[in-house]
């Protein structure tokens, strides 16, 4: 580090802190989860994750996409407490990762699956947030709004459209032709403009802030009050086997997503050498493991504000480092200001971000792209709407793999007719799942005819691949059938 690289680092930083800041503050409200929660996780994830982590521009903190995993999670295992031992389990699992070099089978996923799991994690945020922004206090589900008790707030709605609508502004081109403007993230001007309606509405209006609940941060006179404030995990729930699933669905979710942000950050500013997968892993296992320790959210490396470091300058981890060091300094003398924010402003960014995972256009371009690609991705998604990530990403994967395999099989053998002349060609190795197709076409060659294999390109031939074939050599003589280049193995 030099005074160079400084000087691009500690600008980095801040801008990082301002967009990290309401989506750590939101992330832990959508997980029914104090919002001291969040700034903990973000201060993980800045400071320890970032100092093992091999990279030097990732940024890692609570992710939107594991919120309704740790909701769900949550209810399954009937108290936090009982999560934190899941989290403390997944980061282990996580350090096992690394350390057997499974990162490279990240390659393996599906990309149609990769997408359905996105655009599932943000239909679901939607759903989540949608009370939030029309009024409610708590947790509540989309279905409390059909139940006929359910109290609609104006204020609430009002702030969250407004902060959808900066949101989308932020992005257009009137934006962005301001330079200085490019530097103020989105969802930092969607939360001032949350917290200047309740400053202001105070003492204007002050019907409109009694329906705009908002968020609830302690206040901490020393160190002890701190550590007093923090979860603990609970030891005992290792006899619940629900803490074990959970535990897989939190390590492979959020090794899936690191792993991803890492690939997409390598697009945006390559490193040389290439951060190691399996040490990024390790990283993050000890920093899920922390903080499941500590009483705070799973820890993933996230590509938003990954990508905000890069785009501003960051040269070095500092940036990132600079970034968690503001969230804590925040958390812990800050509260105040903090406590100003609306629940509604943090409903607008989360609702922003969920419509960016699911946005129409994915849809359309992966429906454009057939079925072996359609299918999948539409299977993930309600599997995990219907069922749950894990469940949801292993039904998307089963379906990629019956198709592939379809695919395989028809493009297995190609029959082509001269004359009375048939050439039989393998275009792969064949297995007995083969048979069926190769039965049927060895069933449309008439008699008196001639039948030429061209196996060149089928480097293994399944014995029961070999057994049909050598019972229609035996047949080929009574039938006038003449066979040439007949593999050896056949006759």
Request: aromatic letters at 8%.
């Amino acid at each position: 580090m030099n005074l160079k690289t400084l000087r691009q680092d500690i600008p980095a930083g801040l801008v990082v802190f301002l967009v990290a800041l309401p989506l750590c503050l939101g992330i832990a409200q959508a997980s029914g989860l104090p919002p001291f929660v969040g700034l903990l996780t973000g201060v993980i994830g800045g400071l320890v994750v970032t100092s093992l982590s091999p990279s030097r521009y990732a940024v890692s903190g609570p992710a939107a996409g594991l919120v309704t995993i740790v909701v769900s999670a949550i209810s399954t295992l009937g108290s936090f407490s009982a999560f934190l031992l899941a989290l403390i389990l997944a980061g282990a699992l996580q350090l096992v990762f690394g350390l057997v070099r499974a990162g490279r089978f990240i390659n393996l996923v599906p990309g149609s699956v990769i997408k359905g799991m996105l655009a599932a994690i943000g239909i679901l945020l939607i759903m989540q947030q949608i009370p939030v922004a029309l009024g409610a206090a708590g947790e509540s589900k989309l279905s409390t709004l059909f139940n006929g008790n359910f109290a609609f707030s104006s204020s609430a709605i009002i702030v969250a459209v407004v902060g959808v609508f900066i949101l989308w502004f932020w992005t257009t081109p009137t934006v962005k032709r301001v330079k200085i403007l490019n530097w103020i993230p989105g969802p930092l001007i969607a939360v001032l403009f949350g917290s200047m309606a309740t400053g202001f509405g105070d003492s204007i209006y002050p019907e409109f802030v009694s329906g705009l609940p908002r968020i609830s941060l302690p206040e901490f006179e020393n160190m002890s009050e701190v550590m007093g404030e923090l979860e603990r995990p609970d030891w005992q729930a290792w006899r619940n086997p629900s803490v074990y699933v959970v535990a897989i669905t939190l390590a492979l979710v959020a090794s899936l997503e690191t792993l991803l942000s890492q690939e997409a950050l390598k697009k945006l500013r390559p490193q040389f050498p290439a951060p190691s997968p399996d040490k990024e892993m390790r990283a993050q296992g000890v920093g899920n493991m922390l903080a499941g320790l500590l009483g705070g959210l799973p820890v993933t490396a996230v590509i938003v504000r990954s990508s905000v470091n890069v785009s501003v300058g960051a040269q070095s981890k500092v940036s990132v480092m600079i970034h968690g060091v503001l969230l804590l300094v925040c958390g812990l003398y800050f509260s105040d200001l903090l406590n100003a924010i609306p629940l509604a402003s943090l409903a607008a960014v989360l609702l922003y971000t969920g419509y960016k995972l699911a946005t129409p256009r994915l849809f359309i371009d992966q429906i454009r792209l057939g079925a072996q690609q359609s299918v999948p991705f539409l299977t993930t998604i309600i599997g995990i709407i219907a069922f749950g990530m894990l469940a949801g990403i292993g039904l998307g994967i089963a379906t990629q793999i019956i198709y592939s395999i379809y695919k395989s099989h028809r493009n297995a053998f190609q029959l082509t007719r001269y004359d009375d002349h048939y050439v039989l060609r393998f275009q792969q190795n064949l297995t007995f799942m083969h048979n069926l197709r190769l039965q049927r076409l060895l069933g449309e060659i008439p008699e008196n005819s001639v039948v030429i294999v061209d196996h060149d390109n089928a480097e293994y031939i399944d014995p029961d691949v070999n057994a049909l074939l050598k019972d229609f050599s035996e047949n080929a003589i009574q039938r006038g059938i003449t066979l040439d280049q007949w593999p050896a193995a056949a006759k």
